[in-house]
């Protein structure tokens, strides 16, 4: 089976940058998976993370997520394509930014020549047209921007969110996806010479050997980190504590982590970017690992409150996906089934014992979901990564075959790097950016706006009518 670069989805130079003695070739196969992954993608976050979002605020919020998640993900879209592809996945004069030679998309497509550039997958020759990997990676870019309101829900101004999401976006996405993401492609490596310039214009933890399949630094925790800083900045919500704030519609939430796992299969076992034998191993390690965590979080909600709870598997399902996304394509079955297994249970942790240790309101338990489960991940993907333990290794593309070298200890504090950095970042970027806003706009709605619910004071219009 091959074995794939540590590093990750990443951008290619493109047809005309490529060495001559290279002979790229659109794959219709790989291509066609693509379009299929995105559109799980997009399916993930509207309706999935809308719906599972929206069952857990109450009623008279209900509307008021959904409409920060589906207008997120369209903002994000359109900043993507102006300007956010090109700093995530060009080359700029830094390893931790891109430049802007793709702003507004430009160089795609050549006019004069009726043709279209293509992207680097992770083997040589092999390509995909640079717009669906462009559209792939906005998905990604319009999810981890959307996750981050669940940890504010039902307090904060729709303009302050839509202010934020602009600033992380900017500051807080694109660097963390240039650093962790962003290389050349296989197609110029051919001696340790030129393995070396590719490696020197990448991004900076893809230059460390940064492990990160499909997301769980540059995603999960980076949105989980500045969700927690913003329940301490905007503060918690009237009458937390005292009043019952539970969730109005665990029907809805089933059916957005339903929809969740589903598009999630586009997530990880789209990162391969090929319709090949590693999206195949990401797509096994994402159901068998999910499904552990869905089981583990259910055994252990059973045996700490006497009951299994529907808002406990659906919750256990998701912190499965969260940290099998940084591993699905590193780690073998078995691997997966570990990860899975800890993640139901550390993160029921994450929701209970830690959320009262950090004395936050986490609406909707963002960190203690995604930032506990995208931190256990990347760091086991270090350990299960490593061939004697079934993982998949190091391709070597030099020798195009996999490195006999690969040490647990060396890669375990690479990802504890990757994730100490993701962490600083996003929590630095996000406490200014609120602090900015909230001088700009203000960031919370008057108290007897979010006593009434925000889907009459802020869009004037009711989820539901008796």
Known sequence: MKRILPALLAAGLGFAALPAWAAPAINKGDTAWMFVATLLVIMMSIPGLALFYGGLVRAKNMLSILMQVFTIFALVIVLWCVYGYSLAFTQGGTPFVGGFDRAMLNGIYDAAAGTFSMA???????????????AFQ??????????????FAERVRFSAVMLFIVLF?????????????????PDAITDAATLASVTDAA??????GALDFAGGTVVHINAAVAGLVGAYVIGKRIGYGRESMAPHSLVMTMIGASLLWVGWFGFN?????????????????T?????????????????????????????GAVSGLVAITPACGFVGPMGALVIGLLAGIICLWGVTGLKRLLGADDSLDVFG????????????????????????????????????????????????????ITIVWSALVSFVAFKLVDVVIGLRVPEDQEREGLDITSHGESAYHS
Request: glycine share 12%; proline share 3%.
């Open 169 to 185: 976006f900017t500051f807080g996405y694109l660097p963390i996806a240039h650093m962790v993401w962003f290389w050349a492609g």
């Open 287 to 315: 159901l068998l690992a999910t499904a552990c965590a869905t089981v583990s979080w259910v055994i252990g909600e059973w045996l700490f409150k006497k009951r299994p709870s529907m808002l406990g598997a659906a919750s």
């Open 120 to 134: 680097a997958t992770f083997s040589k020759e092999t390509m995909i047209p640079e717009f669906i990997f462009v």
């Open 369 to 420: 979901v995604h930032g506990v489960g995208g931190i256990l991940g990347a760091l086991l993907t270090g350990v299960f990564a490593s061939p004697q333990l079934g993982g998949q290794g190091i391709w070597d593309y030099v020798a195009n075959k996999a490195s006999p070298d690969f040490s647990i200890a060396n890669q375990v504090w690479v990802q504890a790097q990757a994730v100490g």
């Open 203 to 208: 991004g900076y933890l893809w230059q460390k």
């Open 269 to 285: 076992a789209g990162s391969a970017l090929e319709a090949g034998d590693i999206a195949a191993l990401a797509f096994i390690n």
């Open 138 to 151: 906005g998905t990604f870019a319009a999810i981890t921007c959307a996750l981050i309101v669940g940890a």
